[in-house]
């Protein structure tokens, strides 16, 4: 009788061990091998830890969507050019203590981050943009840390599905998933605001001036196909040019002769500069004589501030068009993008940096803050 209960207590082991073994299988990798497989915007696949804890973000832009998933407490080091430049970029301003994190190499465009750095830092992703998939692979390889290529796809476009792959692949990682959600549902709302108020009106023309590309510029600077004119139906003239950052011979003002004109200013102490050489030319575009000209604030800054941009969607829309647009104000709606997205108000700090919304008096510099208002 001993005998056969200890053969049953044997037997009753084993098929216990192998249902507990069965059980771990049927959770997945996560359970088994502490890993989850995810698929990055270059189509790489890369075993990431199920439970992330530290993250660093390389490259333009990385670092503004983990700040966007309230994930900033996870970043572990950063890049020098976070640390030194705070300026225009508000998800730097809204979050200071960055600045304060070990470097993990020098940032900016094209440059790779320190190897060494990052293994000292051992963190559990890193996440990049603007690299190819062999360079991903051999930061990947030297490092031994899984490397997550993030996209911001077309640039400073609010309906963008790749940015959007982006923030729910990120939010996976980082167990944001329902922030990424409540992200995108955000920027694809207030598109559809912008297009709805806009929706039907009698396009004003208008001319972006002072557009950043590698560095600041004057009044030439444009762009075709501008992504704020588009979000309220402006009419860009310089949409004829194709698409993208053009560089105008500035006689074509003359013909185009926009209703108005608005100016990044990023590059408004080069537009005013070129005012003081050239006031007769200036004086003879008929948005200046109307005083019609506006600053905006600059949003390509390290690849798009995606925020930025959506407030000086508001702003445009309020100039063109005060009578659909009569319920924002546009400082005030800035800020509420802010802290949507970063946690903070900012735009005053951004305003003191740049001058902020209102009109520009080109023969003394000064933004004035008033704005047209429906009749």
């Known amino acids: 009788m001993k005998r056969l209960l200890a053969v049953f207590l044997i037997l009753l082991t084993v098929s216990l061990s192998g249902c507990i073994g069965n059980a771990a299988e049927k959770s997945g990798s996560e359970t088994t091998t502490g890993t989850i497989t995810v698929t ?3 189509g790489r696949t890369i075993e990431v830890p199920a439970h992330v804890e530290r993250v660093v973000a390389a490259g333009p832009g ?4 983990v700040v966007y998933l309230n994930a900033s407490d996870m970043v572990v080091g950063v890049e020098d050019f976070e640390k030194r430049y705070s300026f225009g970029r508000p998800y730097i301003i809204a979050h200071p203590e960055l600045k304060e994190l070990p470097s993990i190499g020098p940032g900016g465009p094209g440059k790779l981050p320190d190897f060494e750095a990052l293994i000292k830092l051992e963190p559990d ?3 990049i943009t603007y690299v190819d998939v062999k360079t991903a692979d051999e930061i990947q390889e030297k490092t031994g840390i899984p ?3 993030l996209s911001y796809g077309e640039l400073a476009t609010f309906d963008n599905e790749e940015l959007f792959k982006s923030l729910e692949l990120a939010g996976r990682i980082l167990n944001r998933e329902k922030r990424a959600e409540e992200v995108i549902a955000f920027l694809k709302s207030a598109q559809e605001d912008l297009l709805k108020r806009t929706e039907g009106v009698e396009p004003r023309s208008a001319y972006v001036g002072g557009i950043g590309y590698k560095g600041a510029h004057g009044i030439e600077s444009t762009e075709a196909g501008y992504p704020p004119f588009a979000a309220v139906h402006a009419k860009n003239v310089a949409d004829e040019l194709g698409s993208g950052h053009k560089s105008i011979d500035v006689e074509k003002l003359l013909e185009w002769q926009p209703e108005y004109i608005f100016i990044d200013e990023g590059g408004l102490k080069l537009v005013l500069d070129d005012y003081r050489k050239n006031p007769d030319f200036y004086n003879s575009l008929s948005a200046v004589k109307e005083g019609n000209v506006y600053g905006m604030l600059p949003y390509n800054f390290y690849t798009t501030n995606i925020g930025t941009a959506l ?3 508001y702003f445009i829309g309020k100039v063109l068009y005060p009578e659909r647009f009569k319920d924002i104000d546009p400082a005030e709606k800035a800020d509420e993008i802010y802290r949507f997205l ?8 951004m305003a003191d940096q740049f001058g902020g ?7 003394n510099g000064t933004v004035k803050h008033s704005l047209p208002t429906s009749p």
């Open 311 to 313: 407030a000086d969607a």
């Open 342 to 349: 970063l946690g903070k108000s900012v735009y005053a700090v």
């Open 125 to 127: 992703v890193i996440f």
């Open 62 to 65: 990385a670092l503004r969507l």
């Open 147 to 149: 490397v997550v290529v």
């Open 357 to 363: 919304f209102g009109s520009i008096d080109l023969s």
């Open 40 to 42: 990055d915007a270059l």
